[in-house]
């Protein structure tokens, strides 16, 4: 289990070690220039590669897409079903380059809503590519944070029944090894792209000292270039966890 930013200060590098983004703004992409909605779905697939390469070129070992909500379900039945297909043909279309790119993938979210088939292709990509390091690609995918915090909270309680006569004795440390991510760090920059100010019910837990990042760009325009000007803005933020700025400055004289 990775350290907690609340209670331990996480080492802080030029380039993020993980960045989380939720992929936004492909209706209104497609919409602009008259087409179906679904139009834009498909062509975000195609955002997706370019933003896992750039990512993995610049050394993060960790990216996390927001790919289907727990709330998107309430969206249009064609369009779902459309962004379950996709999801399908990414599995069968993408796995084999991911392996060349040493790419790791993990799918986290409530999966018992999906279809076998789809449930069969996501066990069978997260085998197959389970001893890749390089970069973790992980899609989040029925996801909500409200519901990553309960059913950690199940999960804590159901291994150790203890804590529900003696809740006084559940801190951090018995909760977060149960959250859907207890695998990977924090994510140290968020993106939201799309023109949208919040971050929808995504990674509630793991994002308490996140920088955030917001930008008009649809993600079916997102890239490289894009990529490049969110990490720039991020080496420019202090991150203090806390701490003041003559703390900050201080600890970097003391070690020059």
């Not at 490289?224 to 000007?229: L, M, T, V």
Request: hydrophobic share 45%; aromatic share 8%; net charge neutral.
């Amino acid at each position: 289990m990775t350290s907690s930013s609340t209670l331990a200060v996480p080492e802080t590098r030029p380039v993020p070690r993980h960045v989380a983004i939720i992929m936004d703004g492909n209706g209104r992409w497609a919409t602009r220039r008259h087409l179906p909605r679904t139009a834009g779905h498909a062509k975000g697939v195609q955002a997706v590669r370019r933003v896992v390469e750039a990512c993995g070129r610049r050394g993060v070992e960790y990216l996390t897409l927001f790919a289907f909500s727990s709330e998107n379900w309430r969206r249009p039945v064609d369009e779902v079903s459309l962004l379950m297909r996709l999801f399908v043909q990414a599995l069968e279309r993408e796995v084999d380059k991911l392996q060349e790119q040493g790419v790791r993938l993990h799918v986290v979210g409530d999966l018992s809503a999906f279809e076998p088939r789809l449930q069969e292709l996501i066990a069978q990509a997260q085998a197959r590519t389970a001893a890749n390091d390089r970069l973790h690609l992980c899609v989040a995918a029925n996801y909500g944070g409200r519901w990553d915090i309960l059913q950690a909270t199940r999960a804590m309680l159901a291994a150790r029944p203890e804590l529900a006569a003696h809740p006084e004795r559940i801190d951090e440390a018995a909760l977060a090894p149960h959250l859907s991510m207890a695998w990977a760090p924090e994510p140290d920059l968020f993106i939201r792209t799309g023109g949208e100010q919040r971050i929808s019910n995504f990674l509630i837990w793991q994002l308490a000292y996140t920088e955030l990042y917001f930008t008009d760009r649809y993600w079916p325009d997102f890239g490289d270039e894009e990529i490049a000007a969110a990490f720039e803005w991020y080496r420019s933020r202090e991150r203090r966890f806390g701490r003041t700025s003559a703390q900050l400055a201080a600890g970097t004289a003391a070690g020059a």
